[in-house]
């Protein structure tokens, strides 16, 4: 759709990330992936690359950033047909603040600055250090063990 050429190196990348999350994957129970929810994740990962290589389009790049985010999440929002349950406690409702805020609203307005600045290659860069930064945490912060399998992906 951007003529966005397909290179070996890139391929080569691809390949190298999906392994690397397949490393980082452990079940307590020795279960394997899930092929309906590894599909999922696929598409979102499609989905989320459309969207790092649109928003740096020329279209987009004169466009205030509150106003795409402003779009981004309007239309994004997907109901595959599962029930919506109203929280009955207060805390309840700020921890749903706390989830629309703080990793939404504030990690695509940040995402959709940097691909306006630098571009979108250097902030899918970026943006894939996401699980190094979780497995340093699970084991500096939560105690997690970091197995060579976990170093390794």
């Known amino acids: 759709w951007f003529r966005e050429k397909l290179s070996m190196q890139t391929a080569l990348c691809i390949l190298l990330a999906l392994g690397g999350i397949a490393l980082l994957y452990e079940s307590g129970d020795g279960a394997t992936l899930d092929l309906t929810g590894t599909i999922l994740v696929m598409v979102s990962a499609l989905s989320y690359a459309i969207y790092i290589v649109g928003v740096n389009r ?3 790049k004169s466009v205030a ?3 795409v985010t402003f779009y981004v ?3 994004g929002r997907l109901d595959f047909g599962s029930a919506v349950s109203v929280p009955d406690r207060w805390y309840l409702w700020g921890n749903l603040v706390a ?5 939404t609203a504030i990690s695509f307005l940040c995402t959709t600055r940097a691909i306006q600045y630098i571009g979108s290659t250097p902030t899918a860069i ?5 699980p190094v930064t979780a497995v340093f945490f699970g084991v500096a912060v939560f105690g997690e063990s970091l197995t060579l399998r976990i170093g390794c992906g």
Do not use: D, H, I, Q
């Open 73 to 75: 999440l309007l239309f």
């Open 58 to 60: 020329p279209a987009l």
């Open 126 to 130: 970026l943006g894939a250090l996401e």
């Open 65 to 67: 950033t509150l106003k």
């Open 99 to 103: 989830l629309a805020v703080f990793p």
